[in-house]
């Protein structure tokens, strides 16, 4: 029997929309409200050669971290596969895993050109 409750569930989905988004987690403004020390990053998609390829660099990946713990609290990715690609930052949040790159990008291995990969691009 699980013993986790539906209140601990982290909210995620993904709308289908041009552009897609992947939101999960908090918003950074349910962050802020928290008083909590954060971090935010924001990257554009003109990194992501998938998002330059189909012209659509404008779009924007946004993660919410707490500064104290390296988890991360909320993320959304508006672009190309950020619906897909927002289900890796959700395992990583229900795991529990924070956010130092040599920790958890070494653990894992992205296939070439997958959506999830977005993420991980530089």
């Given at each position: ?108 291995t992205r296939p070439y050109r997958s959506s999830s990969r ?5």
């Amino acid at each position: 029997m699980a013993t986790r409750r539906p209140s601990q569930r982290i909210p995620g989905y993904a709308l289908f929309s041009v552009p897609p988004l992947g939101p999960v987690g908090i918003t950074e403004t349910e962050a802020r409200a928290s008083g909590q020390p954060l971090l935010v990053g924001r990257r554009s998609m003109t990194c992501v050669g998938r998002a330059v390829e189909k012209d659509e660099p404008e779009d924007l990946m946004k993660v919410i971290v707490d500064a104290e713990t390296s988890r991360i609290l909320g993320a959304a990715i508006l672009g190309t596969g950020g619906d897909e690609a927002i289900h890796g930052l959700l395992d990583l949040m229900s795991a529990g895993i924070p956010t130092q790159p040599s920790r958890t990008q070494s653990r894992s291995t992205r296939p070439y050109r997958s959506s999830s990969r977005l993420c991980s691009e530089r």
